[in-house]
């Protein structure tokens, strides 16, 4: 089997969410049990961190990684979805898996794979966790695909599990309200294991406790005063962030959203706790501070070269700058619409697409309207017509054309602007994966 057939196979032959939307999500962990059996229970075989949340958990999987790889363990990293390459999703220090670990294991495994008709993500799963046991990782960070407690990473036993925050999405599967949302999200908590709540809201907090206390689960608030390890986040010209923590001098975090500055609190307060479980003795040792800060410098401002992350407030091109991101629904636009509000040029540029299962009329309230769009859609059964956006973006008085597809979109844009605008490119992880794969064609 080469590669291609082994990505076809995935995307053609078995149902996939991110593909098919609600006909491609399958609920339950029965298969993925059996996926485990079949493996011989490969998870068992090295420690974990789960990440589970509505936003930020892509950015904070790759920042713990980071960290734990300068720290010298060596990692594995599971996340989805990919934005080129299938590979991305699965790495060990920052390396993808190579294509011929693919090809091998849907080779040796597609008849038994026919028989359970595993769905795209169970398939990878089981991929992930055998890959990191035969590479004998030390750890790994493992980003929950959708929801936690149906999820089919949640057979892990992690030693930390961190949630980063609660908003509405994906609610035909989670649940209409806050308070669903978060009992959907609060499965992954295991019995014993310590859990890092990012934010809260009134309606989410109480849940975690509840959840927290039935398991017996030592639960931290990171946005709490007693937890908070950010005391201060400037953003700095180059597109950095200049942070002041709590128990470490100034470092300077690469990623450059203004939503990082509550991620990086989650991530410093699970490093701690990880410290206080002598899985990080080394971290916060006062004999050995100066060390500790050039490490954490290391990780935060080479968080995409150590783990190959993309897709976050990334710059793409300068005169005229151009930067995506793929926050894709309106708990992530409220920050991006606040960061695009900051921005200093002389005329902006929005390529924008979406896909069906989101609210619509929530981000196109939160777009500035002094900006030319540039309507289109990405390549997914779940794409949003891109006619159809216009009309929405029109009764906000968001004006611009229509494109069938971000390829056109991006160069339009691209040809439209002076070396001295702004062209953002974002709406959803597809349309930054689309304009991404149409640059290395």
């Given at each position: 089997?080469?590669?291609?057939?082994?990505?076809?196979y995935l995307?053609?032959q078995v149902?996939s969410?991110?593909k098919?939307?609600?006909?491609?999500?399958?609920?339950?962990l029965d298969?993925t049990l059996?996926?485990?059996?079949h493996?011989d229970h490969p998870?068992?075989h090295?420690?974990?961190?789960?990440?589970?949340?509505?936003n930020?958990?892509?950015?904070v999987?790759h920042?713990?990684?980071?960290l734990l790889q300068?720290f010298g363990?060596r990692?594995?990293?599971?996340?989805?979805?990919?934005?080129?390459?299938?590979?991305?999703?699965?790495r060990v220090?920052?390396r993808?898996?190579?294509?011929?670990?693919?090809?091998?294991?849907?080779?040796?495994?597609?008849?038994?794979l026919?028989t359970l008709?595993?769905?795209?993500?169970?398939?990878?799963?089981?991929?992930?966790?055998?890959?990191?046991?035969?590479m004998?990782?030390d750890?790994?960070?493992?980003?929950v695909?959708?929801g936690g407690?149906?999820d089919?990473?949640?057979?892990i036993?992690?030693i930390?599990?961190?949630?980063t925050?609660?908003?509405f999405d994906?609610t035909?599967?989670?649940?209409?309200?806050?308070?669903?949302?978060?009992?959907?999200?609060?499965?992954i908590i295991?019995?014993?294991?310590p859990?890092?709540?990012?934010?809260?809201?009134p309606e989410t907090r109480?849940?975690?406790?509840?959840?927290?206390?039935?398991?017996?689960?030592?639960?931290?608030f990171?946005e709490?005063?007693?937890?908070?390890?950010?005391?201060?986040?400037?953003?700095?010209?180059?597109g950095t962030?200049?942070?002041?923590c709590?128990?470490?001098?100034?470092f300077t975090?690469e990623?450059?959203?203004?939503?990082?500055?509550k991620?990086t609190?989650?991530?410093?307060?699970a490093m701690?706790?990880?410290?206080?479980?002598?899985y990080?003795?080394q971290?916060y040792?006062p004999e050995n501070?100066?060390?500790?800060?050039?490490?954490?410098t290391?990780a935060?401002m080479?968080v995409?070269?150590?783990?190959?992350?993309q897709?976050?407030?990334?710059?793409?091109?300068?005169?005229?700058k151009?930067?995506?991101?793929?926050?894709?629904?309106?708990?992530?636009?409220?920050?991006?619409s606040?960061?695009l509000?900051t921005v200093?040029?002389?005329?902006m540029?929005i390529?924008i697409?979406?896909?069906?299962?989101?609210?619509?009329y929530?981000?196109?309230?939160?777009l500035?309207?002094?900006?030319?769009?540039?309507?289109?859609?990405?390549?997914?059964k779940?794409?949003?017509?891109?006619t159809?956006l216009?009309?929405?973006?029109?009764q906000?008085?968001l004006?611009?054309?229509?494109?069938?597809?971000?390829?056109d979109?991006a160069?339009a844009?691209?040809d439209m602007?002076?070396?001295?605008?702004?062209i953002?490119i974002?709406?959803?992880?597809?349309?930054?994966a689309?304009?991404?794969?149409?640059?290395?064609?």
């Open positions: 089997m080469k590669y291609k057939e082994a990505i076809d995307y053609s149902p969410y991110e098919q939307g609600a006909s491609g999500y399958k609920e339950g298969t059996k996926l485990d059996e493996f998870h068992e090295f420690r974990s961190i789960h990440v589970a949340g509505t930020g958990k892509g950015s999987s920042t713990i990684a980071a300068v363990y990692v594995g990293l599971y996340t989805s979805p990919h934005l080129v390459d299938f590979r991305e999703r699965i220090d920052g993808p898996i190579s294509e011929d670990y693919v090809c091998d294991f849907l080779s040796k495994e597609q008849q038994f026919d008709s595993p769905s795209f993500f169970e398939i990878t799963t089981a991929m992930a966790f055998k890959y990191f046991r035969d004998d990782v750890i790994a960070v493992i980003e695909g959708l407690r149906l089919c990473t949640n057979i036993t992690p930390l599990s961190v949630i925050n609660i908003s994906h035909q599967f989670l649940g209409s309200t806050l308070e669903e949302i978060a009992r959907e999200k609060a499965g295991k019995t014993g294991v859990i890092v709540i990012g934010e809260t809201q109480p849940v975690f406790e509840e959840v927290a206390k039935e398991k017996k689960a030592p639960i931290y990171a709490d005063d007693d937890e908070k390890e950010v005391i201060s986040a400037t953003p700095q010209p180059n962030i200049l942070y002041k709590k128990h470490l001098a100034e975090g990623l450059g959203g203004i939503y990082q500055t991620n609190n989650t991530i410093l307060v701690h706790r990880l410290v206080d479980a002598d990080l003795c971290c040792d501070n100066r060390k500790i800060q050039e490490e954490m290391l935060f080479n995409s070269k150590i783990t190959g992350l897709g976050r407030w990334q710059t793409l091109h300068e005169n005229p151009v930067i995506c991101d793929t926050g894709h629904n309106v708990a992530g636009w409220e920050y991006i606040k960061q509000q200093k040029c002389n005329k540029h390529v697409g979406m896909v069906d299962d989101k609210d619509i929530g981000v196109m309230n939160l500035p309207k002094d900006a030319t769009y540039y309507y289109t859609k990405p390549d997914t779940r794409a949003f017509p891109e159809s216009q009309v929405f973006g029109e906000f008085g004006h611009g054309q229509c494109f069938p597809n971000v390829a979109a160069d844009a691209i602007a002076n070396t001295d605008d702004f953002f974002g709406g959803s992880t597809y349309v930054v689309d304009f991404m794969k149409s640059r290395q064609s």
